[in-house]
């Protein structure tokens, strides 16, 4: 199919032009209410025809992307593509590289895609990751177990996230059920991390090679999604700067132009390992919207449009909690009636069990982040997950 192939979009891009984003959802919204801000504007693909990131972009394709017929339709649209989410055809990205800027670059959203190859490419990049084995077989799976022991985290390489494709294997018994569940496979094992904390990092990072990274953060989850961010993490000074320069390290390493953020965790023992990584805005960087002159989703922005990176920093520690499924955002008006909480909705009409429905934001004076009960209160009727 024909389309044009215009020259390289000027960078830095100017007012009014356009960032293309693959995927709808709140990520998406987001990051389009970031560039607005910033003069720019959004045009989205999504099969969805009501999506989070349609309602606020400033043109939508509607189409799948895997369409050469849609991503040839939204290549004309656009000066420069991103994505919102991993679980998008690395193929059609590379489609749409062969017409625009691509930024962060395919052969990223394929390492991040995978969790082999993402594990492959960390040890290589010198950041530690829990043990793990690559699993082809039954037998290949008992084989992992042998030498990893148990208990230990069987999971998909590809097309997992908040929890889906992966099941913790504690006894033997365990091993087979467990294989014949998962898919897709091939799969990979891993070790199971007796962990103090969980924690991230984002970092963006100019086609120049300018860093920018937000404090690193503490997340807790429940039933396998973030459930509660706290800025910083509680967490020591020298274990807080050993995940700033891993951040960094993995940013440099994959030549990223774009955000990154870092899951990892603390170790009992105090060493830091990296759990995975994902080329885009990320869960827990949404606190950095009202605790910061320039959230990630800006400097993602920024990134993408060639725009200058102003340092990530935060003018006030921060609580951010989001707000599953039905129970959460039925508390919509008793949180719009609370004084302090900065409310977020992502405009999904339908709410379902383990669906991201918004989040809520509480702010503290930078250095005042008070502990659990206190965090508890301040979040008034929102539930809050303590640590443990």
Known sequence: MPSRRAEPAPFPLPPNATIGIIGGGQLGRMSALAAARLGLRCHILT????????QV?????????????ALHRFAESVDVVTFEFENVSAEGLDL??????????????????????????????GAATAPWRPVG???????AVAELGLPAVLKTTRLGYDGKGQVVLRTPDDIASAFEQLHPKPLILEKFVDFSHEISVIVARAED??????????????????DLTLAPARVAPEIAAAAQGLAR???????????????MFVGADGRVLVNEIAPRPHN???????ACPVSQFEL??????????????????????????????????????????????????????????????RLFPKGALPGDEGVALALGPVPFSRAG
């Open 47 to 54: 099969p969805d025809t009501d999506s989070p990131a349609g």
């Open 249 to 263: 390290r993995i940013a440099e390493a994959l030549d990223l132009v774009g955000l990154l953020a870092v899951e």
């Open 284 to 290: 827990s960087g949404h606190w950095t919207i009202d």
């Open 209 to 226: 090679g300018t860093l920018a990274s937000f404090d690193t953060v503490e997340n807790r989850h429940r039933e396998q999604i973030l």
């Open 57 to 69: 972009a400033a043109g939508t394709t509607h189409g799948d992307y895997d369409d050469p017929v």
């Open 96 to 125: 749409l590289a062969s017409l625009r800027p691509v930024r962060p670059a395919p052969a990223i959203l394929r390492i991040s895609q995978d969790r082999a190859a993402e594990k492959s490419f960390l040890n290589r990049a």
């Open 137 to 143: 077989s039954r037998d290949d799976l008992v084989a």
């Open 300 to 361: 993602h922005i920024r990134a993408v449009a060639g725009l200058p990176l102003p340092p990530a920093v935060r003018h006030a520690d921060a609580a951010m909690k989001n707000l599953v499924g039905l129970e959460e955002v039925a508390l919509w008006p008793e949180i719009l009636a609370t004084p302090g909480l900065c409310a977020h909705h992502y405009g999904k009409r339908e709410a379902r069990p383990g669906r991201k429905m918004g989040h809520v934001t």
